[in-house]
Each structure stands twice: as C-alpha cells, then as structure tokens.
C-alpha cells in the first residue's frame, strides 16, 4: 500500500477499525525504520530483548503475541540480519536463549525513539484523559482476544468443538 490514505474503516465496526489501525500503523512503522534494516514484527522483538536480554523464543512469542513458528521464522531473519543470536540456553540443553547483537544494541536509541514518536503522532489529537481511556479499552480487547484465542488453542489441542465462543 503505497498511499496511507488509500484504506478506510467502513462504517463504525471497531473491527474493521483495529484491522485498518493495525495495518496503518505497520506501515508507519515499516517506513520509519527501513533506514534501520528492521521490519515492524522485528521491533516488537527487538523491544521485548531490550527491556530483558535473553529470552526464549516461546517467551518472545507469548510476548509479541505470535505464533511459535512466526518466531522462528522471524529470529532466524534477525540472526540474517544480524539484530539476534541464539545460544543453548544455560539450564536446559533442550531450548535456546536470544541474545541482542552488538548491532541491536547500537540502535536501541534510535529504535526506541522512533516507536515513541510514531505513538505520540497516533495520540497527539487526544487529550490525556481520552489517551487514557484509549489505553483502557485497547488493554480490553486485547485481554479478551487472548482468551478467545486461549478457547481456540484448548479445542485445537482436544479436537472438540466446545472451544468456539461467542463472540
């Protein structure tokens, strides 16, 4: 999508709404950080190893909110691009640890920066009450998708249909 403008929530469906804000929002991103080499999924990544260096993959998935292999997927082009390494973790031979690159390291600043500036454009029309409750209400269907998507998970694993919700 070229032109930001070019998409537009139809009607008043808050569903519509987030899929639209969502999208916009990751091509913000995506243009903000390209001078970086780092794409909109590797900065909720990188902003996770930032606030604790060496996570587990399943963590950093749980985390960002995606599927396990979404992350592999998404740390083996972080080890490409040289953001990530993985190493044996400490205690279980079984699993692996990410580490931040002295690269990650060097453009934390500006990575961290550039996220608080692209939120503070999205929210700047809103005054701190309205920001506030924003807040709330996205912290709302975020907690309720993850349990619809717990429900989801729990029937994919015993194959029974119980786990569709009424949404």
């Known amino acids: 999508m070229d032109d930001l403008r070019a998409v537009e929530p139809s009607g008043d469906l808050p569903y519509q709404q987030i ?15 390209e001078h970086l080499g780092v794409s909109p999924g590797q900065l909720a990544v990188l902003l996770e190893l930032y606030r604790r260096d060496g996570l587990q993959p399943s963590e950093l998935a749980q985390r960002t909110g995606v599927e396990a292999s979404t992350m592999t997927l998404n740390l083996a082009r972080m080890e490409r691009d040289d953001l990530v390494r993985r190493r044996p973790h400490a205690s279980d031979r079984r699993s692996t640890t990410v580490w931040l690159t002295e690269r990650a390291k060097g453009i934390r600043g500006e990575v961290t920066t550039l996220r608080a500036e692209i939120e503070a454009a999205v929210v700047e029309p809103f005054d701190e009450a309205t ?3 924003l807040s709330t209400h996205l912290n709302d269907v975020v907690a309720r998708l993850q349990a619809l998507t717990a429900v989801a998970q729990d029937a994919d694993r015993t194959g029974s249909a119980s786990g569709t919700v009424a949404c």
Do not use: D, E, N, Y
């Open 19 to 33: 899929l639209v804000a969502s999208r916009l929002i990751g091509v913000l991103t995506g243009r903000r950080l």
């Open 131 to 133: 920001r506030r409750l």
